[in-house]
């Protein structure tokens, strides 16, 4: 019995069964079909949009998340803070990408498509679409990261 007891705290301990680190990623987006496989859907408006092939940033260009709320709707958001070459992307890709949409993704699913009025050089985004849960998921996965 000594031994099970042993055995069940290795395997509790063992990276493989810990809980996934939450994957936040920002992504350049484009008008696409319904049905297209890369298709998905904007949870705010509905409009079908496709995502870049590849992230412009995320996991550890992202260096801090903290939760807020939208004074407007009340309704729960994150701040996401990012690193210095994120902050540069965010800029250069908001700069030249105005009056088009940024994908959002959590764990491959969109979750916000925020259009882009401006440029945005403040090296943090506001994050709507998510639920409690991801906040706090998102929070625990930053403040554990190492320097």
Known sequence: MKCTGLALIAMLASPALAQPQPDLAF???????????EAQTDPEDGETLCLD??????GNAITAVSPDVD??????????????SASTLMYAFTYSNAGHKMGVVLDGKLVSAPFISSPNGAGQVTVYGLSHAQIVALIARYEAKTP
């Open 71 to 84: 004074k407007e709707t009340g309704k729960e958001t994150a701040i996401v803070t990012l690193g210095q």
């Open 27 to 37: 992504y350049g987006t484009h008008g696409c079909a319904v049905g297209t496989v």
């Open 53 to 58: 092939p590849k992230p412009l940033f995320g």
